[in-house]
């Protein structure tokens, strides 16, 4: 009669899952999406006299880096069925935002501000629903308040009558800026409740 051997364990779609939902729960990576936002808003702010093509770049940049943050995050072991589809969404328009800014890099001042505008609408709405139907959000406040603001600054790009670069370049620093001091409050909102959470023995 054979005896049992240890059977190594399988490691699949469960395995990658948790590792996405750990990442995407915790407050290290909230704070790397402010700054992801934060970031190429100063840096656009700072070099405003830059041309179309740069700026271009920078925001299809910053919107990839969304699209996969905004991904990781809807893994959460928090999140509920209908934040994550409304998180995987966000993550897939915010990629395709992106690509269409770095595949199209020369484009007109009007096409960037739709994309850009149109993006920050969309996200925004995505994220505000999310806050609204998650009543066990930590920070649900700070959430819907983030995606309304995402709102408002879509309506203004999208709105806004840019006749410059550098006008577009102001306007989208500026409100990249303020998006990412809202997503930095919500990181650390996120940390604090982490923190209470967490027994004593593991808090920093």
């Known amino acids: 009669m054979s005896t049992p051997t240890d059977i190594p364990p399988r490691h699949g779609p469960a395995d990658a899952q948790d590792v996405l939902g750990a990442l995407g729960g915790s407050w290290h990576w909230a704070l790397g999406f402010a700054l992801a936002t934060l970031i190429p808003g100063i840096l656009i702010l700072v070099w405003p006299d830059e041309t179309l093509r740069v700026l271009a770049v920078i925001i299809g940049l910053q919107l990839l880096l969304a699209g996969v943050f905004s991904f990781v995050r809807a893994f959460s072991r928090d999140a509920r069925q209908g934040g994550r589809v ?119």
């Open 86 to 204: 409304a998180g995987v969404l966000i993550a897939l328009v915010a990629v395709l935002a992106g690509v269409l800014c770095l595949r199209h890099p020369m484009q007109t001042i009007a096409a960037l501000s739709l994309i850009v505008g149109a993006y920050w609408v969309m996200g925004g709405l995505l994220t505000a629903f999310v806050a609204i139907a998650d009543r066990d959000l930590v920070h649900r406040g700070l959430t819907f308040a983030a995606g309304a603001l995402g709102v408002v600054a879509g309506i203004v790009v999208l709105g806004f009558p840019v006749q410059s670069a550098v006008a577009l370049a102001r306007l989208l620093g500026l409100w990249l800026v303020v998006l990412g001091a809202l997503e930095l409050a919500v990181a650390f909102a996120l940390r604090s409740a982490l923190r209470r959470a967490a027994p004593p023995a593991d808090r920093d």
